[in-house]
């Protein structure tokens, strides 16, 4: 048989006003309607859902603002919204049919900073980064993570989202059980 290839479906489409606002979201960012479909695959492209726009946000307030407009368009919008990282997550978790996926790999400012307090070191990064990009920063220090994903090309934010059990979980626990401190947006 000759190769085919498979189309997406194409997003549903929310009222024409929640696409006015997301166009009118002031956000240090960008927002991307036209270039959607790589962000409503699953890994594996088992389950597409195409979102209807893509946040590139630049800061944790451009998510903040994006989590907002959704929130105050109330129940009377059809928009949904999912953090998506790498493109690493199973059975549609990062993908919102018709609505907003926020592009978490944006996040990558201030980059990495090994801080070193007292007797003890620690590494501020965004949710963002990905576990290699962290291993190397802590490397050129002498140091590593006490537990990081078997795979690292992953993203922290998505990681710890799902706890981060790895390898090393046995000895040190899952990656969340070694967070300090985070940034969450509700």
């Not at 928009?79 to 592009?103: D, E, F, K, M, P």
């Not at 978490?104 to 003890?120: A, D, H, N, T, Y």
């Not at 006490?146 to 992953?154: A, G, I, K, N, V």
């Amino acid at each position: 048989q000759p190769h085919q290839e498979a189309s997406l479906p194409l997003p549903f489409l929310s009222p024409a006003s929640d696409h006015a606002h997301l166009r009118d979201l002031e956000i240090d960012g960008s927002v991307e309607f036209d270039d959607v479909r790589a962000a409503g695959t699953d890994f594996g492209h088992l389950h597409t859902s195409v979102p209807s726009a893509v946040v590139h946000p630049k800061s944790v307030a451009d998510v903040a603002k994006t989590v907002r407009l959704v929130f105050e368009l109330g129940q009377s919008s059809n928009l949904t919204i999912a953090a998506r990282g790498h493109g690493h997550s199973l059975q549609g978790q990062a993908q919102a049919s018709g609505g907003i996926v926020v592009n978490m790999e944006s996040l990558k400012s201030p980059g990495i900073r090994v801080v070193r307090e007292g007797g003890s070191a620690f590494v501020e990064a965004a949710g963002g980064e990905l576990w290699i990009n962290v291993l190397n920063e802590t490397l050129k220090q002498g140091l590593a993570p006490r537990s990081w994903t078997d795979y690292l090309y992953l993203t922290v934010g998505g990681t710890l989202s799902n706890a981060g059990v790895s390898g090393q979980a046995f000895r040190h626990g899952p990656q969340i059980s070694n967070v300090h401190q985070l940034e969450v947006v509700t």
